[in-house]
């Protein structure tokens, strides 16, 4: 499923090395932006399961990492099941969804920033919550801890009258490294399907010669 699992590997919200309710939305955006640039020093594989009314129709494992050029490199590493010529459309726009939200555009999300409700907890925890995110009616919530990306979730639609859910979950690589996107399930109740994606064995490397990787 290429389609799917290509896209996936953009998975940080940010790190933010500093307090959230007291900075400004442009110092968003340029950690949410430093954050994507160090991910790329790393490879890492991803599993990707898809649901359909409750039962397993496919799983794909890959393994990424970023070429001399900076493009997107993938290997495939097996797998099991298939998805339909039909189906196969549809789970990849969930995927491009769900990433919207888990990993969107440092700009989108400074904008939002600026808007959004916020509550500074206890321990280092802060909340993020509003609507009108990327689509009219939308609800994101977000959880923060020690000033880095915890959880995410995310009520919107699929097309114009599907509701989607989507969850995700943020880790740190060690040593102060990158935040990433360990786990993001979109969620379709109405149809019956499931959409698991993780993100794991992230090993830090240089960048390799395009012509040693297969090409998305």
Do not use: C, H
Request: hydrophobic share 40%; aromatic share 8%.
């Amino acid at each position: 499923m290429r389609e799917t699992a290509a896209i996936l590997v953009l998975s940080t919200l940010s790190v933010m090395p500093f307090t959230w309710g007291q900075i400004r939305p442009q110092e968003v955006s340029q950690q949410m932006s430093a954050n994507l640039q160090e991910l790329r020093e790393y490879s890492w594989s991803t599993r990707t399961e898809v649901r359909l009314k409750g039962q397993q129709i496919s799983v794909t494992l890959e393994k990424f990492r970023y070429d001399l050029d900076g493009q997107l490199q993938i290997i495939p590493l097996g797998g099991s099941g298939k998805l339909s010529p039909e189906l196969q459309p549809v789970i990849s726009e969930l995927v491009e969804l769900g990433l919207a939200y888990a990993q969107p555009k440092p700009q989108e999300f400074s904008a939002f920033f600026s808007r959004a409700d916020m509550w500074q907890g206890k321990g280092g925890t802060l909340r993020i919550e509003g609507e009108n995110f990327l689509r009219t009616g939308d609800y994101l919530d977000l959880r923060a801890k020690n000033n880095r990306a915890d959880r995410l979730s995310v009520e919107t639609l699929y097309g114009s009258e599907t509701p989607v859910a989507i969850d995700a979950e943020f880790r740190a690589l060690p040593n102060e490294g990158p935040n990433y996107v360990a786990r993001l399930e979109v969620s379709v109740p109405g149809d019956g399907i499931d959409v698991l994606i993780e993100n794991f064995d992230y090993v830090y490397n240089a960048p390799v010669a395009a012509s040693a990787m297969i090409s998305i």
